[in-house]
């Protein structure tokens, strides 16, 4: 019936996927307050009941398109002794890729309080890596929270989720340069401050961060 239905209209059929690809494009086009069911279903040109034939509610949507969202951000297959290091940029990648192809969704999925298989399959791979590296137990949970919250912070950052001062209009910057002697430092390196370059600044930082962390105590080198 669907199909017949879908054949007089000239839309393709409706699908599971479907339904998830317009949520996608519709928070990327209107934000996340748009994720309604009513919202998706006038999006396909559909009625809201239709929609309930394939996705059961809003909560069962998100975590679709969780997984849409997230999809390719585990770690690649390698051999167990292969540079941590070099794991840890290609996870790091795949997530500020995908939050690039999709900055609201990721942000919404990010505040989101799903429970999904796919973060602990994630995160398994993860560990299994860190611990083939040689850290034990405790530090490679230390070492993976410490990645996933530069990556996820940094993100936000650059989505300007997060403001910090450097972001603010040059025309803030006015009631520093009126009151010098309370922030010298800040005058000096305001070039430095007001010069954004986010792929440079993410790149040293995770360089600082792996370097640190790769002296951590490790059962082997």
């Not at 940094?154 to 009151?179: I, Y």
Request: charged fraction near 25%; proline fraction near 5%; glycine fraction near 6%.
């Amino acid at each position: 019936m669907a199909r017949n239905a879908a054949a007089r209209t000239g839309r393709p059929p409706l699908t599971r996927e479907s339904i998830v690809r317009a949520a996608v494009t519709l928070i990327e086009r209107d934000g996340a307050e748009a994720l309604t069911m009513r919202r998706v279903a006038a999006e396909l040109g559909v009625g809201t009941m239709s929609l309930y034939n394939h996705v059961p509610d809003r909560d069962a949507l998100l975590a679709d398109m969780a997984r849409t969202v997230l999809s390719g951000l585990d770690l690649p297959e390698g051999e167990t002794g292969e540079d941590w290091k070099a794991s840890a940029r290609a996870m790091i990648g795949a997530f500020r890729g995908a939050a690039r192809a999709y900055p609201r969704s990721m942000y919404l999925v990010l505040t989101s309080r799903l429970d999904l298989e796919f973060s602990w399959r994630a995160a398994e791979r993860a560990l299994e890596l860190l611990a083939a590296a040689g850290f034990d137990g405790e530090t490679s949970v230390r070492v993976l929270r410490a990645l996933m919250s530069y990556a996820i912070g940094s993100q936000m950052m650059e989505n300007g989720a997060l403001r910090t001062p450097d972001q603010t209009p040059e025309s803030a910057f006015q009631t520093v340069q009126d009151d010098p002697g309370s922030f010298p430092h800040v005058i000096a390196m305001a070039p430095h401050l007001m010069r954004i370059d986010p792929e440079a600044d993410f790149e040293i930082g995770l360089e600082m961060l792996l370097s640190a962390l790769d002296r951590l105590p490790r059962s082997r080198a």
